[in-house]
């Protein structure tokens, strides 16, 4: 896959921008609905429910409600196909270093654990990581742990196919699609 000119323009204007982002006073809401909202679009989500379609079917919720032992937590983004979760995206402002910190690795593993999903996103769009969750994780745990892929922003050009592979919509829903035929035909 290409990088979608949509992804182009972005990383070329968080490189005019970087420097200003890096100060503080770029927020998470900002970067969201500026940054991360626009990139998955250009993956092919539906980030805004344009099509109208019911709560279930939407393909994307945006702080979607998760039970965290006794208390209710809500992941950034939840990403759907059908009604079916598929990953989270945990965003953070700029000035989060999300290789070497470990409390948003954590968070992000936590939720997708908890949601019984194998793997979720965290992003400030300068970096992109990507975590195994299917194992329990630590309060203690590294930053690098369950970490399978890590990407900065100049790297989205080189490995577009890899990152649209784990979290384009057409992607995954293609892979829904087959498994679903297989577990049909081994049942029929």
């Not at 577009?160 to 979290?167: Q, V």
């Amino acid at each position: 896959m290409a990088l979608p000119a949509e992804v182009a323009r972005l990383v070329e204007m968080f490189e005019q921008n970087r420097q200003d982002y890096l100060q503080g006073r770029y927020s998470e809401t900002q970067l969201r609905r500026e940054y991360i909202d626009p990139f998955f679009k250009a993956l092919g989500w539906g980030m805004d429910n344009t099509q109208g379609w019911a709560e279930a079917y939407k393909d994307v919720i945006h702080e979607d409600a998760i039970r965290i032992g006794q208390h209710l937590k809500a992941p950034d983004y939840c990403f759907r196909i059908g009604a079916a979760r598929k990953f989270f995206v945990e965003a953070k402002a700029p000035t989060v270093n999300l290789k070497d910190n470990s409390e948003p690795a954590y968070q992000v593993r936590r939720y997708a654990w908890s949601a019984k999903l194998p793997l979720s996103i965290l992003t400030d769009f300068e970096e992109f990581a990507v975590y195994d969750c299917r194992a329990r994780p630590a309060p203690s745990d590294k930053a690098s742990n369950g970490r399978l892929k890590y990407y900065r922003y100049t790297d989205y050009a080189q490995h577009c196919d890899k990152i649209a592979s784990i979290s384009s919509r057409v992607r995954l829903w293609r892979r829904t699609v087959i498994l679903t035929g297989l577990c049909m035909s081994r049942t029929a």
